[in-house]
């Protein structure tokens, strides 16, 4: 019996003089559809445990509500069950009526509270509809607690934003009722435009309450506005649906003459939902009709019914721009040269080979300051060696590369000092000036 009215779904009229309208039908679909868990059962008065539940009447307690069916996985069997339901969504309480496998007719109440759907029904020979939600010993009566719970196939993320909205059709004069009786004042350009402005923009939906029930946030980001997210544009109110993805539209008017302000909502039906509104700081507080049918509020209250919905949304501030990270600064002439310098430094670093008519010269610079360097004489003189080697220290600075030898195998170089004005650099190649203004160019070699 348990898993049987698990399994049900569906929206139709219920014979009665209370009929939905088709945007309560609508709205019903769509809080009902998806995936769901059952959170907790209680039959005739006896509560069925999470394990039991899982193990023996629901695969891992989940439900699915789609097409006017509810679908579950039967744990023990692997069977899948489909059954139906029909709803009166107008009714108070909320009227089901769940159809068994056996084609009977369990009637039943639900509501929404907070994030959960609530389910009470009655089973027996002449099962009554219950009038509240209590499952009592002898009542033979089951209710159920479900909570919505992802879909694994979907991919929702935070915070995205909505399109924005685009001005919706014309609604004909003919089927709007005014906003305003006859002698009253009328909104003037600049209170249109002022509120217009003020509705503008993205919305996160506070809460939502619904004929005395109040909905939850994590029920309102499932399965009415995807992220809790609405956007109003100059003449369209707009929501993602996070079952289908789909963009739904409504167009609206608005009088902010009266008091309260008026507002009025035409449905992708066409039907036409009178309100009012006010600013609360930066929360928006909507009071609607759930038909056209109704007159319009008066107060900013929906109580158990009132055929009235109340809305509190809050103006989602945009992302700040990321700010540009500020340009460093210009150094200084001062600056430059030293920078200058210290590029001519590095480069020089590394080893060279130069050669003139008195043979050859390789040089090894190294990053520390010192250097050491062989001459390679191109003619050997009598009693000399044939090649000379000497080391030292050496800097760079006013682009005079400046060495000083301190250790040499020439006695005669000993304390010698070269300087050379170095007159370009490159990768292989560096051109440097001797002090009668000679020229000498060295290849790098490493």
């Not at 009665?16 to 059962?41: I, Y």
């Not at 907070?114 to 027996?124: A, K, M, P, S, Y």
């Not at 503008?200 to 939906?205: S, T, V």
């Not at 590369?401 to 170095?422: E, Q």
Request: proline share 6%; glycine share 8%.
């Amino acid at each position: 019996m348990m898993g049987l009215l698990l399994t049900l779904l569906g929206i139709v009229l219920i014979q009665d003089d209370v009929k939905p309208t088709a945007t309560e039908l609508r709205r019903a679909h769509q809080m009902l559809a998806g995936p769901w868990t059952v959170a907790s059962a209680t039959d005739d008065g006896d509560t069925v445990g999470a394990d039991i539940l899982r193990r023996k009447m629901v695969k891992d307690g989940r439900v699915v509500i789609k097409n006017r069916t509810i679908t579950h996985v039967n744990p023990e069997t692997g069977e899948t069950l489909v059954n139906a339901f029909t709803i009166n969504p107008a009714k108070l309480p909320r009227e089901i009526n769940l159809i068994s496998i056996d084609d009977r007719t369990l009637p039943g109440i639900f509501k929404f509270e907070g994030d959960e759907l609530v389910i009470c029904f009655t089973d027996g020979q002449r099962p009554e509809r219950p009038t509240d939600f209590e499952s009592k010993p002898g009542s033979s009566r089951v209710v159920l607690r479900l909570k919505t719970a992802a879909d694994k196939k979907a991919t929702v993320q935070p915070d995205v934003e909505v399109d924005d909205v685009v001005e919706t059709k014309e609604v004909p004069a003919s089927t709007v009722s005014p906003l305003r009786s006859a002698g009253a004042p009328k909104a003037t350009e600049a209170e249109l435009r002022r509120d217009r402005d003020l509705l503008g923009g993205l919305w996160r939906i506070l809460s939502i309450q619904d004929d005395g029930e109040t909905l939850g946030t994590e029920l309102i980001r499932q399965k009415i506005a995807e992220n809790g997210l609405l956007r109003v544009g100059s003449r369209g109110v707009s929501v993602v649906s996070p079952t289908d993805e789909q963009k739904r539209l409504w167009a609206y008017r608005i009088d902010p003459a009266t008091s309260p302000k008026e507002i009025d909502l035409i449905t992708q039906f066409d039907t036409i939902l009178k309100g009012i509104y006010t600013f609360e700081g930066d929360q928006l507080v909507v009071c609607t009709t759930k038909s056209e049918d109704e007159p319009r509020p008066m107060v900013f209250e929906a109580p158990v019914g009132s055929r009235r919905v109340l809305y509190t949304l809050k103006t989602v501030k945009p992302e700040p721009a990321a700010a540009r990270p500020a340009a460093p600064p210009q150094p200084t002439p001062e600056e430059q040269a030293r920078l200058r310098e210290q590029k001519i430094r590095d480069m020089i670093v590394g080893s060279w080979s130069m050669t003139d008519s008195r043979g050859s010269l390789v040089t090894v610079f190294r990053a520390d300051g010192t250097f050491s360097s062989t001459r390679t004489l191109s003619r050997k003189r009598l009693f000399e060696p044939g090649s000379k080697s000497f080391n030292g220290a050496w800097t760079f600075g006013q682009s005079r590369l400046t060495a000083r030898v301190s250790g040499t195998t020439d006695p005669n170089l000993l304390g010698y000092s070269y300087t050379g004005r170095i007159q370009s650099i490159g990768e292989d190649t560096m051109v440097a000036a001797d002090l009668n203004g000679g020229l000498r160019t060295f290849r790098k070699l490493r």
